[in-house]
């Protein structure tokens, strides 16, 4: 009853603001004064005189013209040109007029194109080539915004509750403050931590290394960066926050973070700790400060990473710990660096419950398994870059990488199969103790030379890679096979696992301008060669002597592989101011050897040869609209242990053999878009597809026996391949300058063919997928913001045997996000998913009304904030899930973090100020 009222509340509040404003449409053309040639991609921008309140705005199109329409309540304002390299117009004008025409404006170039004019352009938006770039002042926030809260506010520009940004489609991998890194590649620890208001613009490019942008490359066409400048004025100083709560059911956390700034010498240093599956930064503020993470991934031994970076744990209940430091100093006139150090370290809880249904070409049976891990992580890594430009044309990069992680695991899971009139066909138990310890260090060294004007460069590039892994491994498990020749394997066993990986990758580039800035002709020699020894030493345990002291050679492997690989390529590259294509070609030598030290008969040693391509083109339209599209050819060998003919019979019910035939696969991969954003009506939209054919796919091939032990090989089969699409649209409608409506919506679909075996029938699988949205935000400035959204999941597969059963799947999950503003200080917030999935067994829990709250109080001149937070409000939270193909139908259920209240308090300081100076005469760390 409360959300229906206050749609119609919002509703009513609608109506009320449409009535109060007045159309308005501002035209006008804008060309050189000296030429009369038009102006593309200008900004104009209308703002209110009283107090520079940004009204709307629009660039230019190819013609110079432009429009600005909209409604507004105010009467007098004024319209700002801004266009790189020419001087700024601005004119006053009587909104109350309706339509007003400006007729030709004509602008001459500015007496110093790099003088402050410029620099200091108070255009909220400036489009160019490569670079989107948004004038922060431009766009209200909330008070006490981030760069998340800002960003959100920027057109085309989409961030999801886990901080995954989106801009007109393409994901942004990266953030970069002042043109270097911040603590690595995980964009969310600079967009929950940096505040609105030490950020001058916000800068989107395509995503590129050092070497690349120093070239001139166009780097990576599908991901974009974001580039955080910082004023000079607010470029020096200490700012940060800090922050602990407490709990029931003994919940905590606690996180801080400090930052240090005096100009090109930035030093941040974050720490934090918790037990409600946090990655170790978040807290229960309004938001999480920082910390989170775009993409989070579970692996069945209690570990679990966020955006690459390990963090030990699983998918029970989580108590992690963290601290990490990023350093960014320019020591000379072209020598710059930026280093991090991250500690990470868990212990975890799970318990996982599954029922299977297994489908056979002639029968079913059922499996039904519990599990329990317990797991404790320690991780280390240092990343750093470095840049040498010894003049204008030549830069030395340097990246090294290094980690250390160890961790001890204890797993116990018992497992039972049953035919379809419920007998026991086996049973097993096992319990396992893991230590495992791993080293890994990287480095990547570029040298990079220009020469002339045209274009011309030579890039020699050098990468290495020291892998080193140890294990040990203790299991006991019992094994009971049974029916007409029951067998009982047990098993108390100590493993002692090792391997190492020494890897070099070495590539010269070549451009060759052929028309100069424009056609190049690139050419590539790459020589990569990766050597790995894999071994593990199995002991049975003698009940005599007490010890682990009997080899078990059959459980025991020594190998030793190598993947060698020379590439030469040719490419072709042609740029302009609209259009941008790439082709290549190369040629790929291969040979893959494994040595099985125990068993010489099995050494296998392959030679392949394989045409790789690739091809990217780009059109740009306008500054508002572009077309893209890539098509590549790519070769991939089968991994050296599935070419292997080794029997792994370390699980007894689960059987593992090599295939020494096996052929490389041939992946033929495409993509394509088209991207359109019309400034002047806050509104965009894109479509994008994507898709692969792979001929030799690698797939398993797995054969169960009448005592359902599974006995898997690899075979080589064509057909195999996969097909989405998908659009997305959203608008931004100004009602005035307090209220504001987003709206937009999304679908994608998918379609793939899989072909496979069963039980040694082979079998092509057809799956159709289709996964629409919907989402629309409402916010009154100060007052509330309302952000309701809806999803629902279409399934579809159809195996093509008779035997199996098509397989259909939907789900639908509500989400609804509230914020309340008043009274003055206070912060009201909640998040309500609502997840239904009505093809789950009717003994797991099918739906589940999830609601968080957080309630805040801000105090002490709004450096300080007291949170209360309810964690799944109404103790309904799951993680229930249904899995099918055509072999399995799947139903999961493992522990989750349950209903909680926590209080927590922060606070924020900041001696942000001029060049030289601070603020509020905080502590300065130089």
Do not use: C
Not at 166 to 194: H, S
Not at 364 to 390: E, G, M, P, V, Y
Not at 450 to 465: F, H, I, P
Not at 816 to 822: C, E, H, N, R
């Amino acid at each position: 009853m409360q959300l229906r009222h206050l749609v119609i509340l919002v509703g009513l509040l609608l109506v009320s603001a449409f009535a109060k404003a007045q159309n308005f449409s501002v035209t006008g053309t804008l060309s050189d004064k000296e030429s009369k040639e038009p102006l593309e991609a200008a900004t104009v921008f209308l703002e209110t005189v009283k107090d520079s309140t940004l009204i709307t705005y629009t660039i230019t199109n190819q013609n110079g013209a432009f429009t600005l329409e909209g409604r507004a309540q105010e009467k007098d304002a004024r319209v700002n040109i801004s266009f790189l390299g020419y001087e700024n117009y601005s004119k006053q004008v009587d909104l109350s007029a309706g339509d007003i025409s400006l007729g030709a404006i004509e602008v001459g170039l500015a007496t110093n194109t790099l003088g402050e004019v410029i620099v200091k352009s108070r255009a909220p938006i400036t489009v160019k080539k490569d670079t989107l770039e948004f004038n922060v002042s431009s766009f209200k926030t909330k008070k006490d915004a981030n760069i998340e809260d800002l960003l959100k506010e920027l057109p085309g520009v989409e961030v999801d509750e886990d901080g995954k940004i989106l801009v007109n489609g393409k994901e942004v991998n990266q953030i970069l403050v002042n043109g270097k890194p911040f603590f690595g590649d995980d964009p969310t620890v600079a967009t929950r931590n940096l505040t609105k208001e030490m950020v001058e613009k916000i800068q989107v490019v395509d995503t590129k290394t050092d070497d690349e942008a120093f070239a001139g490359e166009d780097g990576d066409q599908e991901n974009k960066t974001i580039n955080l400048t910082i004023s000079e004025e607010k470029n020096k100083g200490v700012f940060g926050r800090v922050a602990a709560g407490a709990g029931t059911d003994e919940r905590f956390e606690y996180a801080g973070i400090v930052n240090a700034f005096d100009n090109d010498r930035r030093i941040s240093v974050l720490a934090g700790g918790n037990n409600i599956n946090e990655a170790g930064f978040s807290f229960g503020e309004i938001r999480k400060m920082f910390g989170g993470g775009r993409s989070v991934y579970f692996n069945g031994n209690g570990s679990f990473g966020i955006d690459g970076r390990s963090f030990g744990g699983g998918q029970g209940i989580t108590n992690s710990r963290s601290i990490g430091t990023n350093y960014t100093d320019e020591y000379a006139k072209g020598f710059d660096a930026s280093m991090d150090y991250f500690y990470s370290a868990a212990n975890s809880f799970d318990e996982t419950r599954i029922e299977r249904e297994n489908i056979l070409p002639d029968r079913r049976f059922f499996t039904n398994s519990n599990s329990r891990s317990d797991s404790n992580s320690d991780n280390h890594s240092a990343n750093a870059t470095i840049n040498i430009k010894k003049d204008s044309t030549i830069l030395i990069n340097i990246r090294p990488k290094f980690s250390y992680a160890k961790s001890e695991t204890r797993y116990t899971r018992d497992e039972e199969s049953l035919d379809e009139n419920g007998d026991l066909i086996n049973q097993s138990d096992n319990a396992n103790f893991i230590k495992d310890q791993g080293k890994n260090f990287e480095n990547t060294l570029s040298i990079t030379k220009k020469w002339g004007d045209k274009g011309a460069y030579v890039r020699a590039r050098l990468q290495n890679e020291i892998n080193r892994q140890e294990s040990e491994d203790f299991i006991v498990s019992n094994t009971a096979i049974l029916g007409d020749a029951p067998e009982l394997i047990e098993r108390n066993q100590f493993t002692d696992g090792e391997t190492k990986l020494d890897g070099y990758n070495l590539n010269f580039t070549y451009r060759i301008p052929l028309i100069a800035k424009k056609l190049f002709l690139d050419a590539d020699f790459g020589h990569r060669d990766d050597s790995r020894k894999r071994s593990r030493t199995t002991f049975d345990f003698d009940e005599n002597t007490q010890q682990y002291t009997t080899l078990n050679e059959a459980l025991s492997t020594d190998f030793e592989g190598r993947n060698m690989r020379t590439t030469p390529k040719l490419g072709l590259n042609y740029n302009t101011e609209k259009f941008n294509i790439n082709f290549g070609a190369g040629y790929v030598f291969r040979t893959l050897e494994n040595t099985d030290n125990l068993r010489p008969e099995l050494n296998v040693k392959e030679n392949f040869e394989a045409l790789e391509l690739d091809s990217y083109i780009n059109y740009r339209f306008s500054p508002k609209a572009s077309l893209y599209a890539s098509v590549s050819k790519s070769n991939s060998p089968p991994d050296v242990q599935q070419l292997n003919p080794f029997v792994d019979v370390s699980d007894p019910l689960n059987i593992t053999v090599g295939n020494p035939d096996l052929s490389p696969s041939n992946v033929y991969n495409f993509y394509g878009g088209f991207n359109n954003f019309d400034f002047q009506k806050g509104g965009g939209w894109y479509l994008n597809g994507n898709g692969s054919i792979t001929n030799d796919a690698v797939v398993n091939k797995t054969t169960i026996d009448e005592n359902l032990v599974r006995t898997t090989t690899y075979e080589n089969v064509d057909g195999n391949y996969n097909v989405g699409a998908g659009g997305g649209y959203n608008k931004t409608l100004k009602i005035d300058s307090l209220r504001t409506i987003k709206y937009g919506g999304g679908i994608y679909g998918n379609f793939g063919r899989n072909v496979n075996f069963n039980n040694d029938v082979k079998y092509a699988s057809k799956t159709r997928s289709l996964t629409p949205r919907v989402n629309v935000t409402f916010t009154w400035k100060d007052l509330f913001e309302v952000r309701p959204s809806y999803n629902i999941s279409f399934s579809k597969t159809e195996f093509g045997l008779d035997a199996f059963d098509d397989q259909e799947f939907i789900s639908h999950t509500v989400r609804l996000s509230t914020a309340l503003f008043v009274p003055k200080n206070w912060e009201w917030r909640n998040e309500i998913n609502y997840n239904y999935n009505p093809n789950i067994a009717s003994d797991f829990q099918q739906s589940a009304l999830f609601w968080n709250s957080t309630l805040a109080y801000s105090f002490a001149k709004e450096r300080a904030t007291a949170t209360l937070k309810v964690y799944d409000v109404l103790d309904q939270n799951t993680n229930a899930r249904r899995t099918a193909n055509a072999n399995f139908i799947q139903d999961v259920q493992s522990t989750v973090l349950q209903q909680y209240f926590m209080l927590s308090l922060s606070w924020k300081f900041n001696t942000l100020g001029k060049k030289g100076e601070t603020d509020n005469g905080g502590i300065m760390f130089f």
